[in-house]
């Protein structure tokens, strides 16, 4: 069986502050689904504490982009750390940090953080799938869909519950920037789209709506493939 990828939005980790209830919602589901003997891999985000890691250091002087990458990475695993303390019990005790190494492990979940400068952990996840052999990616972060444009500047803006590689990428670009805030980074859609991979973009504080999806029932959220 296929281990279960998922790409966990820092947003959702640290929105404003550390979300205690939502790591013990998340913690609760995950495990509900191992007693049926579901694997997982969780590759965190970095989310507000990379960008505000970020804004500092460029505050006070001037950066490249692998110093604002590095900052976003160890974000990653600084949140990564976190989740694996919280599945401490059913989690492999090492954190994964390069996407392409394939860990043997009898736990039934595996942590990873990010990599390497000029990617985010998204693209990281699409490694993951490649190296694992998985043919689905869910991306949890806090957005219900992907839109046709930025609903936070449109208001006109539309869901699009399933749409083609082609037309994303159009949407995302083709270039990755530190602290990009997109539904998947265009260096990972690139990656994806070659794979032939499909992504479900959904709004992760709503865990039963991740259960919804995980037990093949309706869920709302965006289909990309």
């Known amino acids: 069986m296929n281990e279960i990828i998922i790409s966990l939005g820092g947003s959702l980790i640290v ?3 550390l979300d205690i209830e939502f790591l013990k919602k998340f913690r609760g589901l995950v495990l509900s689904h191992v007693k049926k003997g579901k694997r997982f891999i969780i ?3 970095g989310g507000r504490t990379a960008r505000e890691y970020q804004h500092a250091a460029s505050a006070v002087t001037e950066l490249t982009r692998d110093d604002l990458d590095w900052l976003g990475i160890h974000s990653t695993r600084l949140n990564a750390h976190l989740l694996r303390t919280v599945f401490r019990k059913e989690a492999h005790p090492v954190i994964i940090k390069n996407p392409n190494k394939k860990i043997q492990t009898s736990r039934p979940v595996i942590i990873a ?3 390497r400068p000029g990617c985010s952990t998204d693209y990281d996840a699409v490694l ?4 694992y052999r998985a043919k689905t990616i869910i991306n949890l972060s806090n957005i219900d869909y992907v839109y046709d444009k930025d609903p936070a500047k449109h208001k006109d803006a539309k869901p699009l ?3 083609k590689w082609e037309d994303f990428r159009k949407l995302v670009g083709d270039k990755w920037d530190p602290g990009l805030n997109a539904p998947f980074d265009p260096v990972a859609s690139k990656e994806a789209h070659r794979l032939g991979l499909e992504i ?3 709004n992760g504080s709503r865990p039963e709506n991740l259960d919804n ?3 093949g029932k309706g869920f709302k959220g965006s289909v990309i493939r």
């Open 213 to 215: 999806y995980l037990n």
């Open 43 to 45: 590759i965190c985000g």
């Open 128 to 131: 993951l799938a490649k190296n």
């Open 200 to 202: 479900i973009i959904m």
């Open 161 to 163: 519950k399933e749409i």
């Open 113 to 115: 953080s990010g990599w």
């Open 15 to 17: 929105p404003d502050k």
